[in-house]
């Protein structure tokens, strides 16, 4: 019998795309920049087949604002881009944080800071990816390491940006983004799809930003009735704008804290060889890769390695990092920057001494070999 | 369905009183823009209005449909992402000419290419008024602003021929003291199926017209009148006697395919005898 879904060779950029068609977006807007581009090449093709719509804007700010006018009316909405266009949707992307509209950002990373590497991997967007907008916020952030989490994380992503009315950034970087590799894509009703909630209750009684026990508001579509106001303004339950110290106290907390109670839900990780292990990676993306190289040859070796690979990345998984990292002899964090997620976990462990970096930041990636010199520096 | 039978079930009375200085030009043009929408019998619950960041923008919160006011200078792209998604919905802007001239002229441009079925309204009191007075695209040269102590020297646009030659295909320009025409402009404009751009030339007593000593809010809608010549009007008089003068009305009226009309060809066309979607 034919399957629907054959084994198929894919780029990673593609299964991105198709995760998003999968999950139900229909609205990509965006501006071309390498090595995101086909992403939006393949939304421009496929968005009209199945009636979304495409639009290329004259750029990354008038991608994002787009796609959050898009959101609002009850599309699912995604953007792409890379370092430059990133830096320049961070307004935009705080407005989707303080208005909870939500929407899906796909960063394919690349070297910076500034122009930088334009065909060049890094994994250098990490605290930008969480802090990149002003003021504090909530925000979800994955990062795929095979092109078939690329399709499964998207999906994920788009999911949590309508479960929990976030923006959902989509760590991608120019590895896996540019990866061929050969997939079976999962069959479509395997998939769980997620819709944000809608309001049950009539546009007189309606209140755009009053919770029940989830604390996640029911979004209304513009276009239905129930003429509610959006701004990015502190504002109360009714969305108009507030100056009260009180309600914006409120207010604020209910958002930054809101997705405390799903953060269970929202961490996804795998882990390698970790049973046994005396020594742990911790590893996202595409340097994932390399380390579960580096733990293969090591465990030949009789060094007992094992690696975590974070797939969320944001809110950061203390919980998680706190496990595993129990009674391990050295624990070594595997990035493409200067250390950026290493600060994290090292937040989280509380302990310095035993804590090693693994980093590069010249464009090359690391490499299993680099992994096992430092690892039997401090094993042997 | 939803039409008014009581124009003022369009505002949020709740929200007032509302927040402009008295003697500002922004509660008549808004005035205007409701009337425009009541008069057109715009379906309340298909009628979304799009704000930017300045004094003018703040019109959304007192306005009763689904409104979005966004960040300065955007407002003209969240429109653009609502008008594609629904292009059954009518999509009003509500701009100042700083949000609008200086950090949005991208978005105004590109929109006016495409065409796209937007009616754009611009709110020019030729002053940042939010921010307390920085000169912006729109200020005379010569004028005083916070920012131009010793006086402007920069050049204005002429923002309804920047529109018109970027492709709205509907432009008119009027001032808060003829109400009646900016009234018809509006109406026009939501009738045109495209991009339409309306300047609604408006007073800002407080943080403009006493830094340039134009007198009070009287003198300075007087100002307006004498100062105002309609594009028909014009055609018949001499240069000489427009000098000093500005024009309003009907700046521009053409045809042109508009941009969601088109996608939603693209649409049809994809998908009539498409084969069923086989990923
Ligand atoms: C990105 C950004 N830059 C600057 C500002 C500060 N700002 C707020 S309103 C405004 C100007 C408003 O002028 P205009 O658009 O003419 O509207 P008006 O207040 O005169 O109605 C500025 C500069 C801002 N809010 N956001
Ligand atoms: S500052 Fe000027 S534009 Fe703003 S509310 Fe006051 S008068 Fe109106």
Redesign the interface.
């Known amino acids: 019998m034919k399957t ?2 054959n084994a198929q060779l894919l780029q990673g950029n593609q299964a991105c795309s ?1 995760g998003a068609l999968d999950a139900g977006v ?2 990509y ?1 965006g501006y071309p920049i390498t090595p995101s581009t086909e992403i939006a090449e393949f939304m421009a093709e496929e968005l ?4 979304g ?1 495409f ?1 290329q ?3 990354e ?13 009850g ?1 699912k ?1 995604l953007t792409a881009t890379s370092g430059p266009g990133f830096s320049l949707m961070q ?2 992307i705080g ?1 989707a944080a303080m208005t909870e509209v939500p929407c899906v950002i796909v960063n394919v990373q690349r070297m910076g800071p500034s122009t930088g590497g334009p065909t060049s991997p890094a994994q250098a967007d990490i605290m930008q990816a969480r802090w990149g907008t002003h003021g504090d916020h909530p925000v979800i952030a994955l990062s795929p390491g095979s092109v078939l989490e690329a399709y499964t994380l998207t999906i994920k992503a788009v999911n949590f940006s309508e479960k929990y009315r976030v923006p959902v950034i989509f760590l991608l970087d120019e590895v896996i983004g540019h990866l061929r590799e050969k997939v079976v894509l999962p069959e479509l009703n395997e998939l769980e799809i997620i819709d944000r909630k809608r309001p049950t209750v009539s546009p007189e009684q309606y209140k755009p930003y009053a919770v029940d026990e989830s604390g996640i508001p029911a979004m209304a579509d ?12 502190n504002h109360d339950e009714t969305g ?2 507030t100056g009260k110290a009180d309600v914006i106290n409120q207010q604020l907390s209910r958002l930054f804290h809101k997705l405390d109670q799903y953060r269970d839900e929202i961490t996804l990780y795998q882990t390698f060889d970790v049973e046994d292990a005396e020594y742990l990676l911790i590893s996202f993306g595409c340097s994932t890769r390399s380390s579960l190289a580096a733990v293969e040859l090591l465990r030949n070796e009789g060094i007992k390695v094992g690696l975590l690979q974070l797939q969320t990345i944001w809110p950061f998984p203390d919980h998680v990092i706190k496990d595993f990292t129990k009674n391990k002899k050295g624990v070594f964090v595997v990035e493409m920057n200067d250390g950026q997620l290493c600060l994290e976990v090292e937040r989280t462990i509380g302990n310095r001494d035993l804590l090693s970096r693994i980093n590069k930041i010249n464009g090359e990636l690391i490499t299993p070999q680099e992994i096992i010199d430092k690892v039997k520096e401090v094993a042997l | 369905m939803q039409t008014t039978t009581n124009i003022e079930n369009l505002f949020r009375l709740n929200r007032l009183p509302h927040i402009w200085c008295p003697g500002c030009g922004n509660g008549i043009i808004v005035n205007a823009v409701q009337k425009a929408i009541y008069e057109s019998g715009l379906d309340k619950d298909k009628t979304v209005i799009v704000s930017g960041i300045g004094c003018s923008s703040r019109a959304t919160g007192y306005m009763n449909f689904d409104t979005l006011h966004t960040a300065h200078g955007r407002a003209i792209t969240f429109a653009t992402g609502i008008k594609l998604a629904r292009p059954e919905l009518n999509v009003i802007v509500l701009t100042g000419d700083g949000d609008c001239a200086a950090i949005g002229g991208n978005h105004l441009i590109h929109a006016a290419r495409r065409n796209i079925d937007l009616n754009v309204i611009m709110f020019n009191n030729s002053i940042y008024g939010m921010t307390g007075g920085q000169f912006s695209p729109m200020t005379p040269h010569g004028r005083l602003a916070t920012t131009s102590p010793y006086g402007n020297l920069e050049r204005t646009f002429d923002i309804c021929k920047l529109a018109e030659c970027a492709g709205a295909s509907y432009v008119g320009r009027s001032t808060v003291y003829h109400v009646q025409l900016l009234v018809n402009l509006i109406k026009k404009a939501i009738e045109n199926k495209g991009f339409s751009f309306v300047e609604a030339i408006s007073i800002c007593p407080i943080s403009y017209g006493r830094r340039n000593k134009l007198g009070d809010a009287p003198k300075m809608l007087e100002w307006l009148k004498e100062h105002a010549v309609n594009i028909k009007a014009a055609q018949k008089m001499e240069p000489e006697k427009l000098k000093d003068k500005f024009l309003i009305g009907e700046m521009y009226h053409g045809e042109a395919p508009e941009y969601t009309q088109l996608y939603d060809e693209l649409i049809a066309k994809l998908q009539k005898g498409a084969e069923k979607d086989v990923r």
């Open positions: 629907k879904r198709l229909r609205f807007a009209p087949k199945v009636g719509k639009i804007m004259e750029d700010i008038a991608g994002i604002g787009a796609v959050v006018g898009a959101a609002l009316t599309t909405a307004e935009i407005f513009f276009g239905q009735g129930y003429h509610w106001h959006v701004t990015g303004l108009g704008p």
